[in-house]
């Protein structure tokens, strides 16, 4: 099971969740060819991880603006995977919710670790919604399959820890409050 969905509560998932790339620089070639012996090549590196837009579907509360929203929250918890920002993250999880919350601190300690996370890349798929409102209370259940291919975490002394790719079927629960969704449970679906 990966770091971050043993952090997240989803018991049945496998791997934790990053976001594809990686900061490392690739060193310039130590041999200058004979035409550019002057001139050496530029390093390269891969971009760095941008944080997703939320598309305009996840901003209504419809059933498909719940399932544009889960898609979304899995994009940002990839890049809060890549980056250990979780800023974004925590804007979008309740603070009541402890699966979240456990998530979003794994994260943190990482960081504070100088750890890094790599692979873990989410793909939501079989996406089923639920909506109820009490009282002007609205709430959406949305069950999905969650598969995330095999993550890495580095430390910096140079351990690491694989966990493995998986496919598990997930639960959330979201309440839209002030004009958003709101992640206030996430969970393995029983």
């Known amino acids: 099971m990966g770091k971050l969905a043993l952090s997240l509560g989803t018991i049945a998932l496998a791997t934790a969740l990053a976001a594809c790339g990686s900061d490392a620089v690739t060193p310039p070639d130590p041999t200058p060819s004979p035409t550019t012996a002057t001139t050496s090549p530029t390093p390269t590196s891969s971009p760095a991880p941008t944080p997703p837009v939320m598309p305009d579907a996840a901003t209504k509360r419809t059933a498909a603006g719940a399932k544009s929203f889960v898609v979304y929250y899995w994009q940002v918890v990839d890049y809060a995977s890549a980056t250990l920002d979780t800023t974004l993250l925590s804007y979008l999880s309740s603070d009541a919710c402890a699966s979240c919350q456990r998530g979003i601190n794994g994260l943190k300690d990482d960081a504070k670790l100088g750890a890094t996370l790599s692979g873990g890349e989410e793909t939501v798929t079989d996406l089923k919604v639920a909506l109820t409102a009490v009282d002007s209370v609205y709430l959406a259940t949305v069950t999905y399959t969650l598969t995330s291919t095999t993550q890495i975490e580095s430390f ?17 629960t979201l309440q839209w409050l002030n004009n958003r969704w709101h992640v206030v449970q996430l969970e393995a679906e029983q």
């Open 156 to 172: 910096p002394n140079g351990k690491t820890k694989q966990y493995p790719a998986a496919s598990a079927k997930d639960r959330m």
